[in-house]
């Protein structure tokens, strides 16, 4: 069975997690980039403050991470990239991150949408499904967090968390979900 996931897995491309050294992500981006390999480094503005001035940035928005879309081929070629660390695997191989959860990154980004990140772990809650707004579509579980509801989109291969607050009434009940 090991040998039918291998071959399945050099098959079509899946979305994995790179592990990038401290503050390279977007030197590790421009460099895959080059390489023609698809590369999704989800960033988002802040603005910082130094003694002179103040001044919108782009910084990365789950440090240290970035998210390539390849062939498990190209894996050697992906590792042996300026700022790589490693690739987040999960039992000994490399673990696809499914494709929805990318899209709902890109979708929360895109819609200017209050977020946090966290690598807390929390209780498992209801699973929901947002029914309306601009968020709909995007499956999680409920938190209820000091009498606000957010819904936890959980990317487990890098152990890291998307919390965004929503209104309940823009949610259904879900029994399960993948």
Do not use: C, H
Request: hydrophobic share 35%.
């Amino acid at each position: 069975m090991e040998n039918k996931v291998s071959i399945n897995m050099l098959k079509e491309r899946k979305w994995y997690a790179l592990y990038t050294k401290s503050r390279n992500e977007k030197k590790v981006y421009q460099n895959l980039i080059e390489k023609n390999i698809e590369t999704y480094l989800p960033v988002e503005k802040k603005l910082k403050q130094w003694s002179d001035r103040k001044k919108w940035v782009e910084e990365p928005m789950i440090r240290s991470y970035i998210f390539v879309k390849i062939f498990l081929y190209e894996l050697q070629d992906v590792l042996q990239t300026p700022g790589v660390v490693t690739i987040i695997r999960f039992g000994g191989s490399p673990e696809a991150i499914p494709e929805n959860q990318i899209n709902t990154i890109k979708k929360i980004l895109s819609n200017d949408i209050d977020y946090e990140i966290s690598s807390e772990k929390f209780e498992i809650g209801q699973k929901v499904e947002v029914a309306s707004g601009k968020l709909k579509g995007i499956k999680g579980e409920l938190i209820n967090n000091l009498n606000k509801y957010k819904v936890l989109i959980r990317i487990e291969s890098i152990n890291q968390n998307l919390l965004v607050q929503i209104n309940p009434t823009n949610l259904l009940k879900l029994e399960n979900f993948d």
